[in-house]
């Protein structure tokens, strides 16, 4: 393990301790593809490669601790082709990362379900990557890709311009994602895209009852942030609307929710925003403190359901049109090549 070194392997994951970041990891070893696991603690990064990544003495990899600065992270990635990010939240760590990545010429990923993030990577990141011929790709993960890549399927039928998207998950949420969904409901709003504009969903509207298909019961659902939807179409000349929401299966964890949340915010309400942070951690800590055990893909699957319509007053006398998607977690390997086809097709 070094501290800090010039990289020659061509893919930096960094927060590779964690959930993600250790799922990375393994994919890496599956197909030989060299990486450095780094991280800001180098003794955590050691036991969770020993640990959790099954066949790890087979790759070739590296762990390197390094500081969380612009500085130190661009001289970790000089060198690299691609940084895979994990360390979330990224509204508050991921600014540095992609500073570091834009200084050192290296392409970046990440998995981030922050809606706020991704909006300030396209606004703020977007056309300094481009100039760069770099690609600066956002919210890769499977939890909004499957969704995405059944609007792609959808919007080959042309002239329907409305996505509305549902994305449900069987598991539970990380550390870092409870983390998220607390730090995202008290600090940042969730969108949606109306006539290409974004649109604040009422924070009051409480649970939305969804069909999912495949069940009777109907599931609860919330704006979950947002989700990357809206902000990866609102420049797509296809679609002029777009609506996302999602939710777990454990119908009692989704009841909680927004209790959960209603709570943190309104105790967190008058606190600078450093202070919020550490109280919302600590809430988080609460309902989550342990990782999780690794997915069995045959008890916690995702079904991504997405309906693509006309808006009804841009239909004139035409009957109403509508093409239904629907993607399960059996596909999520397939989604997350294609979504990196996809991604560079759109780039910055």
Known sequence: MST??????????????????R??????????????????????????ME?????????????????????????LF?????VCNTVGPFSRFGPAVVEACLAAGTHYLDTTGEQDWVISCDE??????????????PGIAQMYTTGEIAAELCLEKPGLDTLDIAVFWGGSPTIASTQTILFNAALAGA??????QYVAH??????YSLVIPGQHELGLALPWGGTSHPVWYRKDPRV????????????????GVPQIVGAAIEATKDMEVEEKYAALEATASQVMNVMPPRENPRLNKSLDSLRHSRQPELQADRPAAGVRGVLTSATAAQARRLRLGLQGVRAP
């Open 124 to 137: 703020e990141y977007g056309d300094k990557f481009a100039a760069a011929g770099l690609l600066l790709s």
């Open 191 to 196: 969108n949606y895209l109306e006539q290409n």
């Open 240 to 255: 002029a609307n777009c609506k996302a929401l999602g939710g777990v299966f454990n119908r009692a964890l989704m009841l």
């Open 4 to 21: 800090q070194s010039p990289n020659s392997r061509p893919v930096v994951v960094y927060g590779a301790s964690g959930y993600t970041g």
């Open 23 to 48: 799922l990375i990891c393994e994919y890496l070893r599956e197909y030989n593809v060299p990486f450095v696991a780094a991280g800001r603690d180098g003794t955590k990064l050691k036991a969770s």
């Open 202 to 207: 009422d924070p009051e509207a409480g649970h």
């Open 78 to 82: 000089s060198g690299a082709s691609v």
């Open 51 to 75: 640990s959790h990544v099954a066949g790890i003495e087979t790759a070739d990899y590296e762990i390197v601790e390094v500081q969380h600065d612009v500085e130190s992270l661009t001289e």
